[in-house]
């Protein structure tokens, strides 16, 4: 009886997760640059097993109770298009922007940057864009990016290298809900020089109809499990009256 409950409660927890994250990665479809986030799930033994130092078998016949073990981002190339604005820039390849905040560095995919009152570049409400040289300072007058991330003057002078990265452990990265990273100490990064455009976005990775289909699966999973928690407190309740009983 108290396995029952144990596996209700758990699938519960484990599907309140899994709509959590469903539901920022549909929060995020407009964030350029954006990489959805997903559960890893496994069973109850499964897990177990992983905690048992070398052993491969399994544990019998017990319930498959779905647990989350952990949270891992889907990495990869998005679509890039045309936006026409001079401030917006794109990555194909691997890499992130590194912006420098109040409170530390962070690395993106978004480039929809804009030029603060200093002449900075810079993902607003996060900080500014970091080059080479230091925070990249761009002449409201003009300026281009090369396809190698140099920045240019309006007379094709060099003024900066746009500094991109590529953490020796993406798993590392702490992800924060707006589509930036986290890179710790323990977090070795490598300056990459993939291609560039100026003037382009690279579209969110989130695939909407993907995203409501599985929150709408998820939903289903965690209503099953509140109803079969229901009934497994009334069972409990019927035996512990009937006992009372005796």
């Known amino acids: 009886m108290f396995s029952g409950f144990y596996t209700a409660a758990s699938g519960m927890l484990m599907n309140q997760r899994s709509l959590d994250m469903a539901a920022n990665n549909i929060a995020n479809v407009k964030t350029s640059g954006y990489k959805p986030k997903r559960l890893i799930k496994t069973t109850f033994d ?5 905690q048992m130092n070398g052993q491969t078998q399994g544990l019998g016949r017990g319930s498959t109770i779905s647990v989350g073990t952990r949270e ?9 298009t045309d936006t026409g604005q001079t401030y917006d820039l794109a990555i194909n390849g691997d890499g992130f922007f590194v912006i420098q905040g109040t409170d ?25 864009v970091m080059g080479d040289g230091g925070p990249v300072y761009v002449d409201e007058g003009g300026f ?3 396809s190698d991330g140099i920045i240019y003057d309006n007379e094709d002078g060099a003024l900066d290298q746009i500094q991109i990265v590529v953490p020796d452990n993406y798993d590392n990265l702490t992800f924060y809900d707006n589509g ?10 490598e300056q990459v020089y993939p291609t560039v455009y ?4 690279e579209a969110s990775g989130v695939n909407l109809n993907n ?7 998820v939903q289903r999973a965690f209503q099953s499990c509140g109803k079969a928690l229901t009934i497994i407190d009334q069972m409990n309740q019927k035996t512990a009256n009937d006992i009372g009983k005796l």
């Open 72 to 80: 891992i981002t889907v990495h990869g190339q998005g679509t890039v």
């Open 46 to 50: 499964q897990q177990l097993v992983r």
């Open 198 to 201: 100026q003037g382009k976005l």
């Open 144 to 146: 281009r990016v090369g």
């Open 104 to 128: 530390g560095q962070y690395l993106t995919r978004n480039g929809h940057f804009d030029r603060d009152g200093e002449g900075n570049l810079v993902l607003p409400g996060v900080g500014q």
């Open 211 to 217: 995203e409501m289909t599985r929150a709408m699966e």
């Open 180 to 189: 930036t990273y986290g890179a710790g100490n323990t977090v070795a990064l």
